[in-house]
């Protein structure tokens, strides 16, 4: 139990919540659901991932790529895109909308 327990710590010092991507049995259904989902219910824009990438920054697994579209894999449904997503003060895209007109 020690040994396990060590190995936790030691593995999270590299790798951001390890234990939830790659040991933890509920990560792994939310990947299988994540694959076959029957809707799509995160929203994304055209500018997301070029130029905008404010939403990379508030995803705690890194689950969003570079180019804007989110790895289900990695994505555990905790919807801080979707907050920033619909913020208009902080979604750059929504912000400039908002300044134009």
Known sequence: LIIWATFLLVINLFV???YCR???PLGAG???MGKVRLINFLKRRKECGKPCK???K???TGAILNTGKINMNECLGCL???VM???FAKC???VAMRKNN
């Open 92 to 94: 750059p895209p929504l």
């Open 54 to 56: 404010a939403c990379n």
């Open 80 to 82: 801080d895109c979707q």
């Open 22 to 24: 790659y040991l933890c």
């Open 85 to 87: 997503f619909n913020d």
């Open 16 to 18: 951001e919540r390890a």
């Open 30 to 32: 939310l990947a299988l």
């Open 58 to 60: 508030v995803c705690p």
